[in-house]
């Protein structure tokens, strides 16, 4: 997770991408980069991005190309404007963002299981071991689930009622905004003629 928690996701030389809008001030500046090694072109050709798809011997990959037009769309001259280039800048950030976004909460699940996991295990363990002392380990069950379910019993309507009073109150409160929100519109209309 650490390694995607990065403020150079793509790379130092194009700056900082910590956030959306620093990625596409980046992106911007990179732009600009490029095309000052095209002095008398107003948009940069595609033939300046084209040299990251030569291979080792200096000749182009297709595969690369491929991901290059791919990454980056030429229009029909064989040019692309800062708002595509930036664009698909900003479409593979987002799905950077998005698979770190996944990969957190699939992180968390995995906490959660392993709480649930290591609770299960460590009771069977006090089980195994009060059997191996001698305890009568199914009465001592049976009373600590007795007592849990006369509190589950005693607080189950409780918690039920609280929740639906809650419940009531948002529900309540939402009426009144969306009244109030719906006046306020009706009364900032112009009037028909």
Request: with cysteine; proline share 4%; charged share 20%.
């Amino acid at each position: 997770m650490s390694h995607l928690d990065v403020t150079y996701p793509f790379s130092k030389s194009f700056g900082y991408a910590d956030s959306r809008n620093n990625c596409i001030n980046s992106a911007q500046e990179v732009y600009n980069r490029l095309l000052k090694y095209t002095p008398d072109e107003s948009l940069l050709p595609f033939e300046t991005l084209s040299i990251l798809a030569l291979d080792e011997n200096g000749e182009q990959s297709e595969e690369k190309l491929k991901g290059l037009v791919c990454l980056f769309p030429p229009d029909g001259e064989k040019k692309l404007t800062t708002l595509d280039f930036v664009k698909s800048y900003d479409g593979v950030y987002r799905k950077f963002r998005t698979f770190r976004a996944a990969v957190s909460n699939s992180s968390v699940l995995n906490n959660a299981y392993e709480r649930i996991v290591d609770v299960i295990f460590y009771f069977l363990m006090l089980l195994l071991v009060l059997s191996i002392l001698g305890y009568n380990v199914v009465q001592t069950v049976a009373t600590v689930m007795s007592v849990v379910l006369s509190f589950s019993f005693a607080f189950g309507p409780a918690v039920s009622k609280f929740t639906q009073v809650r419940q009531r109150s948002i529900v309540a409160q939402l009426k009144f905004f969306t009244a109030y929100y719906c006046s306020l519109r009706l009364s900032s209309r112009p009037p028909r003629k």
